[in-house]
């Protein structure tokens, strides 16, 4: 995909359903009794994936576009696959899964891509194991394949020592299988759908305080079922922070984009725009299926350099990327610290993205949690290796917008894991 500097984006966009709820409302329904009708489902690869793993456990579920519909057959009526299941390139599907799977009286594979293949799963097999379960890496080096046998679990209470929603939620998941209560507690509050999402299924839990986040331990008490629910998952912020950050970045242009799940276990990012001088306007304030909702308006502004550290991480940890891109463009220094876990997403982020800042000029340096970003200085316009992630594919998208020359992006059709229609977003706004 070949990209040049633009101005003047106006406009109001809707942006898909969010990744992790959409992935959760399959699981979920797919473990409850009755039907689960989901609206806005993200339409991505990695949730597609979801989908297809849990038909293979059984589950009927019907999809018409965004609609989706899950014929939940309880707690205790997934079904042996014939197939191992394969994930694709979501380490959220393997690491929810992989609990679901712990409590069941049959055997599974789990396997995905190669990036997948290669991301630490230890992290979910070594509390797993504590809990009871037998889960082991085929390949003995910590990563998927996993193959999965019936185990008898316990209710227990596991230190996390990363702030990592997708292992708190695999071992609540894995929690609905034991013998009594099991609770997460985590160094820092990490985004907390699963547990909102269990709520409304009806589950017996606790969750951490989501306000002050003066409490990270959540825990869920065994129960006889869950129940079908009707969702309406949130446009993804995640996604939306391109369309943020191309609003401030671009010259001349003014944006809103609608209905945004603005979670502040989410919402790190709105939190960083406003420090580093973005004029950003809430609007419409609401709540949907227990998550906060909202419009966000966004205007070009001048940003200036922060830094960015401690628990603020995990609620934007996957919105780095493109948050180094506005750095890069902004007056100062902006220092990324504590964001260690980069090196583990479907690429080392702190790799891809500061290379492919270099590649623009920009003058950055890695470092072992983070990077140190000096921007101000035009980018410009370069060949982006993306190594097939996503997210590296939009924030340099968004980068060759204010680039000076022209920006080519390698494999830029890899925005089909979160985002396929990412750009014919833009096309609403030129
Ligand atoms: C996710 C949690 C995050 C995030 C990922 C989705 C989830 O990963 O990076 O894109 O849906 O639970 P970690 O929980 O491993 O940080």
């Given at each position: 995909?070949?990209?040049?500097?633009?101005?003047?984006?106006?406009?109001?966009?809707?942006?898909?359903?969010?990744?992790?709820?959409?992935?959760?409302?399959?699981?979920?329904?797919?473990?409850?009794?009755g039907i689960t009708e989901v609206h806005n489902f993200l339409e991505g690869a990695d949730c597609l994936a979801t989908i297809e793993c849990f038909r293979k456990l059984g589950i009927e579920i019907e999809k018409?576009?965004?609609?989706?519909?899950?014929?939940?057959?309880?707690?205790?009526?997934?079904?042996?696959?014939?197939?191992?299941?394969d994930v694709g390139n979501s380490g959220t599907t393997t690491r929810l899964l992989a609990g679901i799977l712990c409590g069941q009286e049959f055997d599974s594979k789990i396997s995905g891509d190669e990036s997948l293949n290669s991301r630490p799963m230890k992290?979910?097999?070594?509390?797993?194991?504590?809990?009871?379960?037998?889960?082991?890496?085929i390949l003995r080096n910590d990563c998927a394949p996993l193959y999965i046998t019936k185990g008898?679990?316990?209710?227990?209470?596991?230190?996390?020592?990363?702030?990592?929603?997708?292992?708190?939620?695999?071992?609540?998941?894995?929690?609905l299988y034991a013998d009594g209560e099991t609770s997460v507690t985590e160094p820092n509050l990490s985004r907390n759908h699963t547990e909102l999402m269990l709520k409304e299924f009806g589950a017996d839990l606790m969750s951490a305080h989501e306000l002050t986040n003066t409490r990270t331990t959540a825990s869920v008490r065994?129960?006889?079922?869950?129940?079908?629910?009707?969702?309406?998952?949130?446009?993804?912020?995640?996604?939306?922070?391109?369309?943020?950050?191309?609003?401030?970045?671009?010259?001349?242009?003014?944006?809103?984009?609608?209905?945004?799940?603005?979670?502040?276990?989410?919402?790190?990012?709105?939190?960083?725009c406003e420090d580093m001088g973005g004029d950003i306007i809430l609007q419409n304030e609401h709540f949907c299926g227990g998550e906060r909702v909202a419009d966000i308006l966004v205007r070009?502004?001048?940003?200036?350099?922060?830094?960015?550290?401690?628990?603020?991480?995990?609620?934007?940890?996957?919105?780095?990327?493109?948050?180094?891109?506005?750095?890069?463009?902004?007056?100062?220094?902006?220092?990324?610290?504590?964001?260690?876990?980069?090196?583990?997403?479907e690429t080392d982020r702190i790799e891809t993205v500061t290379d492919n800042l270099k590649a623009m000029s920009c003058?950055?340096?890695?470092?072992?949690?983070?990077?140190?970003?000096?921007?101000?200085?035009?980018?410009?316009?370069?060949?982006?290796?993306?190594?097939?992630?996503?997210?590296?594919?939009?924030a340099f998208s968004i980068a060759a917008l204010v680039a000076e020359g022209t920006t080519n992006i390698l494999d830029s059709d890899c925005v089909d894991v979160s985002y396929p229609s990412f750009y014919d977003t833009f096309e609403l706004l030129l």
């Open positions: 995909m070949e990209l040049t500097n633009i101005t003047g984006l106006k406009g109001q966009v809707t942006i898909p359903g969010d990744k992790s709820i959409s992935h959760r409302s399959i699981m979920l329904g797919s473990i409850a009794k018409n576009q965004d609609t989706v519909v899950v014929h939940g057959k309880g707690l205790h009526g997934l079904t042996p696959p014939t197939d191992i299941l992290r979910i097999m070594e509390p797993l194991t504590q809990m009871g379960a037998n889960i082991s890496s008898k679990l316990h209710g227990f209470h596991y230190d996390s020592p990363i702030a990592s929603a997708q292992v708190k939620s695999c071992i609540l998941l894995a929690g065994p129960c006889q079922e869950l129940y079908g629910q009707k969702i309406t998952v949130p446009g993804d912020i995640s996604s939306a922070a391109y369309f943020i950050a191309a609003g401030l970045l671009v010259p001349d242009s003014e944006i809103l984009i609608k209905d945004i799940g603005i979670n502040p276990t989410r919402a790190g990012f709105l939190k960083v070009t502004s001048n940003l200036h350099g922060i830094t960015i550290e401690g628990s603020i991480i995990p609620t934007l940890i996957d919105e780095i990327p493109i948050i180094a891109v506005m750095a890069a463009m902004a007056e100062g220094t902006t220092i990324i610290r504590d964001a260690e876990e980069l090196k583990v997403k003058d950055v340096t890695p470092t072992f949690d983070g990077m140190i970003i000096e921007g101000g200085k035009p980018l410009l316009g370069a060949t982006i290796h993306t190594l097939l992630d996503h997210r590296i594919a939009m």
